[in-house]
């Protein structure tokens, strides 16, 4: 039988308070969005920035160059126990050590997914995001709809993205906050013994990260293996 379980509060979260400089309920868009927008759009109206190369820009960012450093970290945790326990006791110093560390990865927990257990990481209030190792947040994580159902049904959610896990599977959701972020480190794909980090790092996604999703399947990295 399957435990969902509301937002835990461990000792990582002890008096910790949601000090976000972004906007809470109520508001679409932060003050610090909205001159985002105001001076993009300055930008584009003067013919300073190509609208499309923007995008170009944002897209590659949020799906590419900020998620490989997060499955970089993922790798190495795979493939080698001592950073994986390092990276389960202190994951900003084990982080840190590959280089990734900076505005909203100064204080990270890192959350192991099981046989027995989901992890999913959620900021209730807005959008707090692991920048240094996920890179943009997508536009989904920011919603309202994710934020509150996630918390209450976070099996359906994952379902809604496409997977679904064993009923006996407990899920645990986490509430980001300003001073606190969390990165999932999610199950090993079965068949992928003697890969290298490289090819295993190609075997994560930004979403099993998040734990809204699932690493790729060891058949797809097929020309990838060591």
Known sequence: ??????????????????GHDHAHEGS???EMELRVRALESLLVEKGYVDPQALDVLIETYEHQIGPRNGARVVARAWSDPQY?????DDATAAIASLGYSGRGGEH??????????H???VC??????????????????????????VVIDPRGVLKEFGYELPED???RVWDSTSELRYLVLPMRPEGTDGFSEEALA????????????????????QGVRA
């Not at 994986?84 to 389960?88: E, N």
């Not at 990270?108 to 257990?117: A, D, H, I, S």
């Not at 190609?202 to 060891?218: F, K, N, Q, W």
């Open 108 to 117: 990270m927990v890192v959350l192991e997914n099981t046989p027995r257990v």
């Open 124 to 149: 209730t209030l807005c959008s707090c995001y692991p920048w240094p190792v996920l890179g943009l947040p997508p536009v989904w994580y920011k919603s309202a709809p994710y934020r509150s159902r």
């Open 119 to 121: 992890n999913m990481v």
């Open 84 to 88: 994986r326990a390092w990276l389960l």
């Open 28 to 30: 679409a868009l932060s």
């Open 202 to 221: 190609e075997l994560v996604t930004r979403d099993s990260m998040i734990g809204t999703g699932l690493p790729h399947a060891s058949r797809d990295a």
């Open 1 to 18: 039988m399957s435990h969902e379980n509301p937002i835990p509060h461990d000792p990582h979260e002890a008096g910790h308070e949601h």
């Open 169 to 171: 599977v407990e899920f």
